[in-house]
C-alpha cells in the first residue's frame, strides 16, 4: 500500500486511474488512466518504464506478462491486443466472437494467452503465430478466472457456477466429429454417463444430448417419471 501510495504520486496524469495491474511476479505494475494511456512502472527501481496510448476503445481488462514485456487488454469494441511494453506497440490483435471475455492470463513464456468468456468458453491464442490455437469448452457459466501452472502443462479456469476445470493446453484440438443419430443403447450409454462420479463423463453426456434435442428429451420423459403428490 505504501509502495502504491508512492508510486501514484508521482504519476504525472491529471485523472484518476480506472485500473492499476500488478504483473504476475509483482515485479511490475500498469497504470491505465481514464485518457487510455497506460503506464508502465518498474517496482524495484521506482522508475516509469515506458507510456503509451491504448487507442479510443475503453479498457475492461488488462494482465501483464510475467516478465513485463507484454500486456494484453480487451475494449470494448471485443478485440483482444497484445502490445509490447518496451516498444509502446501493439503487436498483436485478435477478434472475438464468443461473448464478453471477463478473464486473461499469459502463460509464463508470454506466448499463450488465456481468455476466459462468458459463455463458458475458454479460448487460447498464440501470441507469436497471431491465432487462435484452439479453445475448450466445459463450464456452464462464465469463466471469472483463467491460470496457467508455472510450468505450463496446464491450465486452469474457474466457472461462475462454482466449477475448476484443469486442461492441458498442449493437447491438440480434437477432431470435429460428424453428426449421427442417436440410437436406443447411444442414448441408455448417456443416460448412465448423466449420472457418471466422472464429471468429465457427465459433461461429455450432456453436450451429446444438447446436440440432439428431439432425442434427449424424448428419452428423458421416459427415464423421469413426475412423482406422485
Known amino acids: 500500500a505504501v509502495c502504491s501510495s508512492d508510486l501514484l504520486g508521482r504519476v504525472q496524469e491529471p485523472v484518476t486511474p480506472i485500473q492499476v495491474v500488478l504483473s504476475p511476479d509483482n515485479r511490475y505494475v ?21 507510456r503509451f496510448s491504448l487507442g479510443n476503445s475503453p479498457i475492461s481488462l488488462l494482465v501483464i ?25 501493439m503487436i498483436q490483435g485478435f477478434v472475438h466472437a464468443d461473448g464478453d471475455i471477463v478473464s486473461l492470463a499469459f502463460d509464463g513464456s508470454g506466448k499463450r494467452l488465456a481468455a476466459g468468456c462468458a459463455n463458458g468458453t475458454v479460448v487460447l491464442y498464440d501470441v507469436e503465430q497471431g491465432k487462435e ?15 496457467f501452472a508455472p510450468s505450463g502443462d496446464r491450465l486452469l479456469s474457474a466457472g461462475a457456477e462454482g466449477t475448476l476445470v484443469i486442461w492441458d493446453p498442449r493437447a491438440p484440438a480434437p477432431a470435429l466429429a460428424v453428426p449421427v443419430g442417436l440410437d436406443e443403447a447411444r442414448l441408455a450409454d448417456l443416460w448412465e454417463k448423466l449420472g457418471s462420479a466422472n464429471p ?30
Open 133 to 147: 490455437k484452439r479453445r475448450f469448452v466445459g463450464h456452464r457459466g462464465s469463466v471469472t478466472k483463467v491460470l
Open 30 to 50: 500498469v497504470y491505465l488512466a481514464a485518457t487510455n494511456v497506460a503506464s508502465l512502472w518498474d517496482l524495484a527501481t521506482g522508475k516509469e518504464r515506458t
Open 65 to 89: 506478462s510475467p516478465d513485463g514485456r507484454l500486456m494484453a487488454t480487451v475494449g470494448r469494441d471485443d478485440v483482444v491486443r497484445v502490445w509490447d511494453t518496451l516498444r509502446a506497440k
Open 200 to 229: 468429465g463423463a457427465a459433461y461429455e453426456a450432456v453436450d451429446e444430448l444438447s446436440s440432439h434435442p428431439r432425442a434427449a428429451v424424448s428419452y428423458l420423459q421416459m427415464q423421469m417419471k413426475p412423482a406422485h403428490a
